[in-house]
């Protein structure tokens, strides 16, 4: 089994792209998964419809938290959005009928808690809005090289920059 991640960006990326694990892009985490190589193209082909859908959805930050062990990991909360939480339990569904295993079953469907992570002082602020305009398929070892991550899939609104809700 080989850990994925879905995830939705909130900086611009593309498909193919190979990031240092220390250096994410800010984003909204989906789902962390374990599947076997050959179900990560079928989970790819579950994930696309309802990512598809949830695209352009409005996004709104919240207030900062901490998470991890003791909060010692500064989030921004992202309030609470229909198509974000049905995207995430869509998602889940997909990779769960595709036989994969969810990392965090405690932070999932109604324990998901959609937030982005400060990262070396990018972060955003509460208040802001953004578009949700970015959902990707990122594996967490490519060539089993845990040291970066690549980006396998990416689902993603035309560069108008419009939302569609």
């Known amino acids: 089994m080989r850990n994925f991640v879905l995830v939705a960006f909130v900086e611009p990326v593309a498909e193919g792209q190979v990031f240092p694990r220390t250096q994410w892009p800010l984003h909204i985490t989906l789902l962390r998964f374990d599947v076997d190589d050959a179900v990560a193209e079928q989970v790819a082909a579950l994930a696309g419809p309802p990512a598809d859908k949830a695209l352009g959805a409005a996004l709104t930050v919240g207030e900062d938290a901490g998470f991890g062990r003791n909060g010692s990991v500064p989030v921004s909360l992202v309030q609470r959005q229909p198509d974000l939480q049905a995207l995430h339990e869509q998602l ?74």
């Open 92 to 165: 889940a569904t997909a990779v769960e009928s595709a036989g994969g295993r969810i990392l965090t079953p405690a932070h999932t469907r109604s324990g998901y808690r959609p937030h982005i992570s400060h990262l070396h002082g990018r972060r955003l602020s509460p208040g802001d809005t953004l578009v949700l305009d970015r959902v990707a398929l990122v594996d967490m070892a490519p060539d089993g090289d845990r040291t970066v991550r690549r980006i396998l899939q990416l689902w993603s609104l035309p560069e108008t920059g419009a939302a569609r809700r």
